[in-house]
């Protein structure tokens, strides 16, 4: 049974641009969440996706936004790269209101 | 809201002493309570979780963690530490309520393991 896998592994983007990163849940979950994880850091909540919408926000501006499609994977967009956005990227699901496992992370790079 | 402290950002002991990662949490309501760890260059790994039935949680690779209501903690202790426990480990805190579930987390205790 396949954990949660995320895609790409490591991305390299400059200041302005634009970023797609992607989420597959484990088998049997239909709740994706996405964390931001900087450098020494421990993850900050971004949002929470349950029957492709967003349930719960963390304090993220608007350029961060997300979807989730019918067979439960997920994106998170982030328009307007800064500086600052260089980050581990970590997608987690979960069964509803269970537990949460986490993917290996997307690391994103912003010059 | 919901908050973690985890009291020491780097902590070293010898291999086959105790292990203590302190962690604390501030919730007005009860809260589930979770310890992850993180291998360098690896996503978050689940030891384990508290969510209102025992107060003596165990989990993988002989790690334990005690709920304390009254001193609003839930450290984790391993009573001898081995060298592949060297990480970086996370104590979270979240809130089932109908917004959500977010983990709200600590920032992090790495835990080094010397022969």
């Known amino acids: 049974d396949a954990g949660v896998t995320q895609s790409p592994t490591h991305l390299i983007k400059t200041r302005g641009q634009q970023v797609t990163l992607r989420c597959s849940p484990k088998s049997g979950h239909d709740t994706v969440s996405w964390y931001q994880q900087a450098l020494g850091q421990g993850p900050q909540f971004i949002f929470q996706?349950?029957?492709?919408?967003?349930?719960q926000r963390g304090n993220f501006p608007d350029r961060f936004s997300g979807h989730q499609f019918p067979n439960y994977s997920s994106e998170l967009n982030v328009n307007a790269l800064l500086l600052g956005d260089s980050a581990l990227y970590l997608c987690a699901s979960s069964r509803e209101w269970d537990t949460q496992y986490f993917g290996p992370g997307t690391r994103l790079t912003v010059l | 809201a919901q908050s973690v402290t985890q009291l020491g950002s780097h902590v070293s002991v010898s291999e086959g002493a105790l292990v203590l990662l302190r962690c604390n949490y501030s919730?007005?309501?009860?809260?589930?309570l979770f310890w992850y760890v993180q291998y360098p260059n690896q996503g978050l790994q689940l030891l384990l979780k508290?969510?209102?039935?025992?107060?003596l949680v165990k989990g993988i690779n002989g790690f334990e963690a005690e709920f304390k209501k009254s001193e609003t903690s839930f450290h984790l202790t391993k009573p001898s530490a081995h060298m592949s426990d060297a990480a970086e480990y996370f104590c979270?805190?979240?809130?089932?309520?109908?917004?959500?579930?977010?983990?709200?987390f600590g920032k992090g205790t790495t835990l080094s393991v010397s022969s």
């Open positions: 979270a805190v979240s809130v089932h309520n109908q917004a959500g579930t977010a983990l709200i």
């Open positions: 508290y969510t209102s039935a025992a107060t």
């Open positions: 919730s007005s309501v009860p809260p589930y």
């Open positions: 996706y349950y029957e492709e919408e967003e349930r």
